[in-house]
């Protein structure tokens, strides 16, 4: 009998054994893929072209007087140096001062009626006898009048030593029948204004009073 070769009964072995086992799974960890980052809002932020600054809100308008604003309200400074002094008859009676009026009397007639007297001043003539005399008239709807009108619309008359011009004119405020007696008086390098409006029929009864009111305008060599 032949003997087997000892090499190939250790062959044999090892396959004998090797097909003995049980399969075994292997499992292996593989890197997950890098995945692009989404930008976040911040970071978006940063990368986003810079917008131009809003363009900042106009400044507001300064309103500017219309000719025919009450000079008592203008925003001009009043007359400095001289001043005048007068006396107002009993039934007129006086309001406060403000900062742009020399003086204010009221002055009541019959069923309500009222007029106001304003006595303004400012430095220089504003503008001359015309132009005060046209932004009166405006304020009661009148049109304006030239200079070669001003003989017939004015009146001269002397106060202590006072050239005062004076007018008298009838037109519509705030809808209603209103007539203005007014007087300027120049004062040293000032303009001083007496402006009484109200209606018609209480105007025409104190014309007479208007006028005598101005004649007792004197200078006192200072404000009053």
């Not at 995945?35 to 309103?63: C, D, I, L, N």
């Not at 029948?177 to 402006?195: C, M, Q």
Request: aromatic residues 6%; proline residues 11%; hydrophobic residues 40%.
């Amino acid at each position: 009998m032949r003997s087997t070769p000892l090499p190939f009964i250790a062959v044999a072995l090892i396959l004998s054994f090797s097909a003995c086992r049980d399969p075994q799974i292997e499992s292996y960890r593989v890197p997950k893929e890098k995945e692009s980052a989404t930008p976040t809002a911040s970071a978006t932020a940063r990368t986003a072209p810079p917008q131009a600054p809003a363009a900042p809100a106009p400044a507001p308008t300064a309103p500017t007087p219309s000719a025919d604003a009450n000079m008592a309200n203008t925003a001009v400074r009043t007359a400095e140096g001289p001043g005048l002094s007068w006396t107002a008859p009993a039934h007129w009676i006086a309001k406060p001062a403000s900062a742009m009026r020399k003086g204010t009397y009221a002055i009541t007639g019959e069923a309500g009626a009222a007029a106001e007297l304003s006595i303004t001043a400012f430095p220089g003539s504003v503008g001359g006898d015309l132009a005060n005399i046209n932004r009166w008239r405006g304020q009661v709807q009148l049109p304006p009048i030239t200079a070669s009108d001003l003989p017939s619309a004015t009146r001269k008359i002397d106060a202590n030593g006072f050239q005062v011009t004076t007018v008298d004119f009838a037109g519509t405020a705030a809808g209603a029948p209103t007539r203005v007696l007014g007087a300027i008086v120049p004062v040293g390098d000032s303009t001083w204004f007496f402006k009484l409006t109200g209606p018609v029929g209480l105007l025409e009864r104190e014309q007479a009073t208007f006028t005598a009111f101005l004649l007792t305008i004197r200078s006192t060599g200072a404000q009053p």
